[in-house]
T-cell receptor
Framework: EAQVTQNPRYLITVTGKKLTVTCSQNMNHEYMSWYRQDPGLGLRQIYYSMNVEVTDKGDVPEGYKVSRKEKRNFPLILESPSPNQTSLYFC????????????FGPGTRLTVL | GENVEQHPSTLSVQEGDSAVIKCTYSDSASNYFPWYKQELGKRPQLIIDIRSNVGEKKDQRIAVTLNKTAKHFSLHITETQPEDSAVYFCAASTTSGTYKYIFGTGTRLKVLA
């Protein structure tokens, strides 16, 4: 089944404790992206990747890191999480960069205390 | 920076009536305009998209129109049904250059039976 998976789905952590949210897709998509969703602010792009080893900043990259060592995986790293990073996070992938349907993962709800 | 404004933020319509959601984008290089539907507790899913070389596209009860000169695009839903109740997001992106996706802040549509 073609899909985008994310883990964990729910996470409660404390300020400063490094964490990684994994994202994987099995559709051989070149473009992958991370978004955060906050009430009233819609979906804001954090980072995106056009292909392996090619990443770029979205609108809200501060406090996040990403890597794209394999085509199927695009982990999101929070090296020192803070309470303002409490949010719902979505990973997405698409066949085309910038111009095609994005398939979203199920979301990761992160709470930073 | 690039921006997508979406209006209204909430919209209530009677079942069977039409609903219109409008978006304005700022980046004149944008050439791909998707619309996503997000049901409560679910991930966003693409419902329709349009590219800059097309002025209108229809898919059953859903249509999207694009005015490149005014940098406006709109989602039209006719004969609304209760299952159309959801949050709708517009977005704009480019197929060259930055490959960023910019989403609007969302419209919560309620279809009243």
């Amino acid at each position: 089944e073609a899909q985008v998976t994310q883990n964990p789905r729910y996470l409660i952590t404390v300020t400063g404790k490094k964490l990684t949210v994994t994202c994987s897709q099995n559709m051989n998509h070149e473009y992958m992206s991370w978004y955060r969703q906050d009430p009233g602010l819609g979906l804001r792009q954090i980072y995106y990747s056009m292909n392996v080893e090619v990443t770029d900043k979205g609108d809200v990259p501060e406090g996040y890191k990403v890597s794209r060592k394999e085509k199927r995986n695009f982990p999101l790293i929070l090296e020192s999480p803070s309470p303002n990073q409490t949010s719902l996070y979505f990973c997405a992938s698409s066949f085309l960069a910038g111009g095609g349907e994005q398939f979203f993962g199920p979301g990761t709800r992160l709470t930073v205390l | 920076g690039e921006n997508v404004e979406q209006h209204p933020s909430t919209l209530s319509v009677q079942e069977g009536d039409s609903a219109v959601i409008k978006c304005t984008y700022s980046d004149s290089a944008s050439n791909y305009f998707p619309w996503y539907k997000q049901e409560l507790g679910k991930r966003p899913q693409l419902i329709i998209d349009i590219r800059s070389n097309v002025g209108e596209k229809k898919d059953q009860r859903i249509a999207v129109t694009l005015n490149k000169t005014a940098k406006h695009f709109s989602l039209h839903i006719t004969e609304t049904q209760p299952e159309d109740s959801a949050v709708y997001f517009c977005a704009a992106s480019t197929t060259s250059g930055t490959y960023k996706y910019i989403f609007g802040t969302g419209t919560r549509l309620k279809v009243l039976a």
